[in-house]
């Protein structure tokens, strides 16, 4: 997971810590259903989804849960228009990941992924236009199926 990476090292502890304390709500409102016990010191996603989200969902840990949630299994039998947008340096998901598997060679899938943007960042600091950069493309790629 590019996440794991040094340089990524305070971006996923705010996003562990983020999801710590959702679960933490979630577990205050539903004890029933969620547990604060036997998960030790969680200090990364991978961590977090070993722990909690894979059991929570039927997986054995958290590896065969990004194996079956991942969509490269299922990106060559997209056959309607389809807009990618990733940035080649987000923290999540390797670009490498997502090239390899097959969505340049998709004719549905328009993919576009600019060198910076971050994790479904693409805010610019700046108003005007470009400002929500991702958000003006995907009404660009509506508005070019509407002319289809």
Partial sequence: ???????????????????????ARKAELFPQRYSMNGFGT????????????????????????????GAKKVVGQ??????????????FVPYEAIRASGVERNPAIRFVAPERGGHCGFVSRYNGSGRF????????????????
């Fill in 1 to 23: 997971m590019k996440l794991d990476r040094w340089d990524n090292y305070f971006y996923q502890a705010r996003f562990v810590r983020g999801l710590l304390n959702r679960y």
């Fill in 42 to 69: 969680i200090r990364t996603v991978r961590e977090f989804d070993d722990a909690i989200t894979a059991p929570q969902f039927g997986f054995k840990d958290a590896e065969a849960y990004y194996e079956s949630a």
């Fill in 78 to 91: 997209i056959r309607v228009p389809y807009l990618l947008i990733t940035a080649q340096d987000d923290p």
């Fill in 133 to 148: 950069w991702a958000e003006e493309r995907v009404v660009d790629f509506c508005r070019a199926r509407l002319q289809d």
